[in-house]
């Protein structure tokens, strides 16, 4: 019988590395069948552990099959019924017997054997969790600790001991990363591998906007409000398209929130990327005037066969409309779904 505080220190490593105590205990069975199995211990029949959670204790016990014949092929643990006879004199045919193992007899290679193997499985276990928790978050944001940069990774330590790299083109422009900060991520993908999961994650990718409205607005995750578009240039910024799908909800002013509380959630998690948000309609003159905003629209004509719009603005709205190197109505055009032509209102009149 292993002692108590062997069961406590299984506990504590359960408890510490996030694992499941049962599945470290079938580790620690697996481990005694190893030592057992390859070493110059005496017990080489079917190794078996019992297991008493209340006293915290565990006891190991050789399984053996009486046959009349030994087959290479079959179960282990297999013993003619003269030879168990000599340790169970009213052994019969086809029964079963089995001795306690007594962990005295066990020499230092066994000892070691099974020390090293049990080792190595747990490391696999933590590997599996890993691997098994990380799989679940593809598609969601994760927080991690930054532990690590150069002049083009930052490395990451994220849950349960995982590190990831991530490149610097995979992050916001010109943010800028210190050792210590804790830094939101979109996990792209996880693929297992032998020396543990392999995250990929990113900061510039489209649905991690979304991931943060989901986040940090109720509305949002509950399905109140639904995002029916985002329209981004990483850094500077994005354009959200959203609509209610409960009547007495607003759904612009609950993305943006108190004195815009929710909508500087998301953009201080991106780095301060400015977020227009613009509601949603079926109605295409409607939708491309709203994915223009902030800029005030005099009039809209689309021709559905083209898909295009041509709009009219006032002329001090004009640049407004075009935004910074046209950054404003090609987001528009992109979460709109139209090709946007910009007229000053004196140019129409002409």
């Not at 620690?28 to 078996?48: H, L, T, W």
């Not at 066990?106 to 080792?119: C, D, G, I, N, Y």
């Not at 190595?120 to 600790?145: M, P, Q």
């Amino acid at each position: 019988m292993i002692s108590k505080g062997f069961f406590e220190s299984l506990e504590d490593i359960a408890n510490e590395r996030s694992l499941n105590i049962e599945k470290i205990l079938e580790k620690v069975e697996y481990a005694m069948q190893i030592a057992c199995k390859n070493s110059d211990c005496p017990y080489k029949g079917e190794i078996r552990m019992e297991t008493n959670y209340e006293r915290k204790v565990i006891a190991f016990y050789d399984y053996h099959h009486v046959v009349s014949e030994i087959d290479p092929e079959g179960i282990r643990g297999q013993i003619l019924l003269e030879d168990a006879q000599e340790i169970k004199p009213k052994i019969k045919m086809d029964q079963e017997f089995r001795e306690k193992i007594d962990l005295k007899v066990f020499k230092r290679k066994a000892a070691s054997m099974f020390r090293q193997t049990l080792l190595n499985e747990l490391k696999g276990l933590e590997r599996e969790e890993a691997y098994d928790f990380f799989i679940t978050k593809v598609g969601e944001i994760v927080t991690g600790r930054i532990i690590g940069k150069n002049e083009r990774f930052i490395t990451i330590a994220l849950k349960a001991g995982v590190e990831a790299t991530m490149s610097l083109r995979d992050a916001i422009p010109g943010e800028e990363f210190s050792i210590g900060d804790e830094l939101k991520v979109y996990v792209n993908d996880v693929q297992k591998t032998t020396k543990g999961p392999r995250i990929h994650i990113s900061r510039n990718n489209n649905n991690m906007v979304k991931q943060l409205f989901e986040l940090n607005i109720p509305e949002v995750a509950s399905g109140q409000i639904e995002i029916k578009a985002i329209a981004r240039e990483v850094g500077n910024r994005t354009k959200v398209g959203v609509i209610s799908l409960v009547s007495d909800v607003d759904a612009k002013g609950s993305c943006v929130g108190s004195k815009g509380s929710r909508i500087k959630n998301i953009n201080n998690a991106l780095n301060g990327e400015k977020i227009d948000i613009f509601l949603w309609s079926d109605d295409p003159n409607e939708l491309v005037a709203n994915a223009l905003a902030p800029a005030t629209i005099i009039s809209v004509t689309t021709d559905e066969a083209e898909k295009k719009a041509e709009v009219v603005v006032a002329d001090d709205q004009f640049s407004l409309a075009i935004g910074k190197s046209g950054q404003n109505v090609k987001l528009a055009a992109i979460a709109s779904g139209w090709k946007i032509d910009i007229k000053k209102a004196s140019e129409q009149s002409e």
